[in-house]
């Protein structure tokens, strides 16, 4: 067997922890609270019995036998009749201890086996210090320890010692606070550990709706800790960042593709002033692709504008595709299966599907469109039967102006921004765009959005 480390040993041990513990941090939390304070609180009541108690116990014993030794000598001194019967009397009203003398020899005595505690500090103390022969019995019942001490060699003095005076209390009591206290403290620790809890629940669900391209909820973050409150403001605060820099990026490049229509008009115009000739023609096809391409861009830019998602009904947007597609008699199916009310910005959902629909249709001769419910995500395939993409080119047409068919022509390509469109609507819903082989021959397109 390979020797391990105990790093790795630890590491072990703590992934094998972490897998079988539960998974929400406030019952980890519970967990972390409670465990110690249990243990401490058996610990602690352990302690309190195991070495207090015996301690207790030995002292109580202790002073059992010098009341005796009292009674002893009391006896030794004023042996008659009427005083016999005084020192009886005084130690069953004052010593709760009921006495009596009687002619005779204790039996011999051997500590049995199943000698409580009490019995055997009380033992201990007569042998320390009573030294005179004695007789013990813990099974005569009724709470009481019998006692026989030899006093003389024909007088005997019989003890019923109450264990009330031998014991300190009931410790039903003490574990009944104890665990009453505990709970309480529990019950406690619960509410403070919810409070604190909801600013970091808010968080998670505010980082869900920043990465699915939503508005984010506006919590107040005022209860939980520093901690919380300040990783909430720093979110927050990148969030708004990011849509700030994602707007500026967008105004800017559709800017520039405005502020590009105006002289590339003027080329065309120049242009169209030019004897015919072949680098004529050349550059008025440049010319044309420039302002496809333009068109397309700020067709982009303006529908990323201000659109705010919205509960919509997928399959309204998928048909509304495809009856678009029909118009122009192409061959579209749209099929789905589960729950298609999705939160998302159906203008530029739609314009994601048309993109790629109308890629199927520009490549194939037939198109499959379906979209699935999953737990987390909609998943929306477009299928066609035509040539497909080489796999390893999978990434490369996802970039901006990429084309693979170099060719000019009108009827197979456009500027290239299709499928870049897509994707960047896609990953703005917090999704993605993938490419696959179709099982109709040709590419398959599958769109995830999570839900
Ligand atoms: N369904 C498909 N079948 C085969 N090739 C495809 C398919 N979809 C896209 N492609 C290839 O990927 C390239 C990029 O597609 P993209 O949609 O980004 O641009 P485009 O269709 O050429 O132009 P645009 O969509 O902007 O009009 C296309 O030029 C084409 O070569
Ligand atoms: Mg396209």
Redesign the pocket.
């Given at each position: 067997m390979k020797r391990r480390s105990a790093r790795e040993l630890f590491e072990a041990v703590a992934t094998w922890v972490d897998r079988r513990s539960p998974q929400t941090l406030f019952a980890r939390a519970l967990i972390i609270i409670v465990v110690p304070m249990l243990l401490l609180q058996a610990l602690s009541a352990w302690w309190f019995y195991s070495q207090r108690g015996d301690n207790v116990t030995n002292r109580l014993a202790l002073l059992v036998v010098r009341d005796l030794r009292a009674l002893i000598a009391l006896h030794d001194q004023f042996p008659d009749a009427d005083h016999r019967a005084w020192i009886v009397d005084h130690a069953r009203t004052d010593l709760f201890t009921s006495v009596r003398f009687r002619p005779g020899r204790v039996p011999p005595f051997r500590s049995p086996e199943h000698f409580d505690i009490v019995a055997r500090e009380v033992q201990g103390a007569l042998d320390a210090d009573l030294r005179k022969p004695y007789y013990l019995d813990n099974s005569i019942g009724g709470d009481q320890l019998f006692v026989e001490i030899q006093l003389t060699p024909d007088t005997v003095m019989e003890a019923y010692i109450p264990y009330l005076r031998l014991t300190f209390g009931s410790s039903f009591a003490y574990v009944l606070a104890q665990v009453g206290l505990a709970l309480v403290l529990f019950g406690l620790a619960i509410w403070f550990m919810r409070r604190e809890l909801v600013p970091i629940e808010h968080l998670g669900v505010a980082a869900e709706a920043l990465g699915k391209g939503r508005e984010v909820p506006d919590f107040a973050f005022s209860g939980g800790t520093r901690e919380v409150r300040n990783t909430a403001i720093a979110f927050r605060t990148m969030g708004i960042r990011l849509r700030r820099s994602i707007q500026q990026r967008t105004e800017m490049l559709a800017g520039v593709s405005h502020d590009l229509r105006t002289p590339l008009t003027r080329m065309k115009l120049s242009l169209a002033m030019l004897p015919d000739s072949p680098e004529a023609k050349e550059l008025g096809d440049d010319v044309g692709d420039m302002e496809r391409m333009i068109e397309?861009y700020l067709a982009f830019a303006r529908g990323e504008g201000d659109e705010e998602t919205a509960p919509s009904d997928l399959s309204d947007i998928l048909e509304d595709v495809a009856a678009g597609a029909r118009r122009d008699n192409a061959e579209v199916a749209v099929t789905w299966s589960g729950d298609m009310n999705v939160e998302l910005r159906p203008i530029a959902i739609k314009r994601c599907i048309t993109?790629l629909v109308?890629?199927?249709l520009?490549?194939?001769k037939r198109a499959a469109i379906h979209a699935t419910r999953g737990r987390t995500s909609v998943e929306i395939t477009v299928d066609?039967n035509?040539?497909?993409?080489p796999e390893e080119r999978y990434e490369d047409?996802f970039r901006p102006f990429?084309?693979?068919?170099e060719s000019r022509n009108i009827d197979t390509?456009?500027?290239?921004?299709?499928?870049?469109i897509a994707r960047d609507i896609a990953r703005s819903h917090g999704g993605d765009v993938t490419l696959a082989k179709s099982p109709l021959g040709?590419?398959r397109?599958v769109v995830r959005l999570p839900v």
């Open positions: 397309g993109n109308s890629n199927a520009r490549h194939g066609d035509g040539p497909g993409i047409v990429v084309r693979l068919d390509g456009g500027s290239g921004l299709g499928l870049t040709g590419l397109v």
